[in-house]
């Protein structure tokens, strides 16, 4: 796994079912778990909640909003249980993506693309059952 600098980046602590983000929301930091569990859930278009995933200790969330032009959340995200969290500021991600390669830019929006076009389909084609 990854190993990230702990000591650059603030920690954010949470209580089971406290709300991380909002679907919909402006977007500014993604988070690494260090403790806990979190649950992705999405709105259909019905407006009925799915849960689509949890997330545990060393995975990422919200990083889709920082890459996406939009810079909006794709979904909600809750703690599933006591939590900490690291943030990852976008300001700090920017600074470092602009040091790469453009290749590795121009990867990482068409893979951040790929992954709203699909989740868009599968908010969709779960609506239509």
């Given amino acids: 796994m990854f190993e990230i600098p702990q000591d650059n980046f ?5 209580v089971a079912e406290e709300v991380v ?8 930091i993604s988070y690494v ?6 649950d992705i859930v999405i709105r259909d278009p ?3 909640d799915i849960s689509v995933d949890r997330l545990g200790p060393g995975e990422l969330f919200g990083e889709i909003a920082l890459l996406h032009e939009s810079h909006k959340r794709t979904a909600t995200v809750i703690a599933a ?3 900490e969290l690291l943030e ?7 600074s470092r993506l602009k040091k790469a390669d453009p290749l590795v830019r121009f990867v990482l929006d068409h ?5 709203m076009n699909t989740t868009q389909r599968y908010i ?5 059952r």
């Fill in 21 to 28: 983000f909002l679907e919909n929301q402006e977007a500014d």
């Fill in 33 to 38: 778990i260090l403790q806990g569990h979190v």
């Fill in 46 to 48: 019905s407006g009925a």
């Fill in 10 to 14: 603030r920690r954010r602590l949470l």
């Fill in 124 to 128: 969709t084609e779960r609506a239509a």
């Fill in 88 to 94: 990852i500021d976008q300001n700090i991600f920017e």
């Fill in 111 to 115: 893979l951040t693309r790929r992954l």
């Fill in 81 to 83: 249980d006591n939590c």
